[in-house]
């Protein structure tokens, strides 16, 4: 598939039903997820045939993406079950043919056997704008339930975020920054569009 018609596929994946500012509910831009996409599988060979974790998947576009470009398996993770549904029921309309799981849970407790590992986890963590240190906890899972990781941050904090990861220990690169805009949806937003530069990082065990 070419990265042009991944980004068009993902962006036909709903953006969440009825969002909830608390859990800063937002669709990744398809531009932004496809691009990360296409760096994981084209550039670190991160995506096919490996088991994949969306960790906040929403309405699934992360995830949804790893399995067009041939993960072997996607776990999408999220707590709010109404986004899972619609999903679901994108997944099943589409009819991707690979093993897909939801898990409706907290992905600051997961309920996950201890030592498991997913081969990579892409995710599109909640800024922590409504909930201090939402990033960082998100982050923290991820680095404990996978070999490599993927996550979108603003760049305000991505000194920040990356200081802590190399503690755990891993190697941490920038791979992409984009400017992203997103619309007006909450009583709290002043502006019609907020935009602002996010970077993605790639996280790996030492
Ligand atoms: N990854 C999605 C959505 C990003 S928005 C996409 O690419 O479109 C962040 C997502 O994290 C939201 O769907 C929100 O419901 C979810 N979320 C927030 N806190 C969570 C938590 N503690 N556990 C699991 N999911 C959470």
Redesign the pocket.
């Known amino acids: 598939m070419l990265k042009r018609e991944l980004e068009r596929v993902l962006n036909t994946v709903p953006h ?1 039903p009825s969002p909830k500012a608390e ?6 831009p398809s531009t932004l ?1 496809a691009t990360l996409l296409w760096l994981a599988e084209h550039h670190f060979g991160d995506i096919a045939d490996k088991v994949v974790a ?1 960790l ?4 699934g ?2 995830g949804i993406g790893a399995a067009l470009l041939g993960a072997y398996k996607v776990v999408l ?4 079950d109404e ?1 899972i549904r619609q999903a679901w029921t994108w997944v099943k309309d589409y009819g991707i043919d690979i093993r897909f799981d939801a898990l409706v849970a ?3 407790n997961l309920p996950l056997r201890s030592g498991f590992l997913f081969d990579t986890v892409v ?4 800024f922590g704008v409504h909930r201090r240190g ?1 990033d960082m906890a998100f982050l923290r899972t991820a680095s404990r339930v996978a070999r490599v990781v993927y996550s979108i941050h603003k760049e305000s904090s991505i000194d920040y975020v990356a200081e802590n990861a190399i503690g755990w220990g891993f190697k941490v690169l920038k791979v992409y920054s984009e400017k992203i805009c997103l619309p007006w949806m909450f009583e709290w937003h002043k502006k019609r569009r907020h935009c602002f530069p996010v970077v993605v990082i790639r996280l790996e065990r030492v």
């Open positions: 969440h859990l800063e509910q937002y669709a990744t997820a969306d906040g998947a929403g309405t576009r992360l993770v999220e707590v709010d986004s907290d992905v600051n995710q599109n963590p909640p939402a």
